[in-house]
């Protein structure tokens, strides 16, 4: 099993960034993706999770600033990320999730990491 994250950069306040977790190894059309993300000095977070089916749940973390989404034709998930603050800086990761109606729970699988730089 791979998660492969990419997509990150620099940008400034107010600008859009897109990130892809890219899979392998798994039954992609059934497994919930999730996004989160863990700021310098901070606790990861999580940020928004979808299903196999396309049911898509988010965070306060970024809420109404961001779509999570599935790109079937390359067994990846991708977050777009829009109106970005400063405090939007900091390492987002993906990772398998298993959704248990109100609940996520963590897997051991995890993407390596994209940092994401956000300045004013």
């Known amino acids: 099993v791979q998660l492969q994250a990419s997509g990150g950069g620099s940008v400034q306040a107010g600008g859009s960034l897109t990130l892809s977790c890219a899979t392998s190894g798994i039954v992609f059309s059934i497994n919930t993706i999730a996004w989160y993300r863990q700021a310098p000095g901070k606790e990861r977070e999580l940020i928004a999770d979808?299903?196999?089916?396309?049911?898509?749940t988010y965070a306060d973390s970024m809420k109404g600033r961001v779509k999570i989404f599935r790109d079937p034709g390359r067994h990846a998930v991708n977050l777009k990320m829009n109106n970005l603050k400063p405090e939007d800086t900091a390492v987002y990761y993906c990772?398998?999730?298993?959704?248990?109606?109100?609940?996520?729970?963590?897997?051991?699988?995890w993407g390596q990491g994209t940092l994401v730089t956000v300045s004013s």
């Open positions: 979808v299903t196999g089916d396309g049911g898509a």
């Open positions: 990772n398998i999730g298993i959704r248990e109606g109100d609940i996520l729970k963590q897997s051991i699988y």
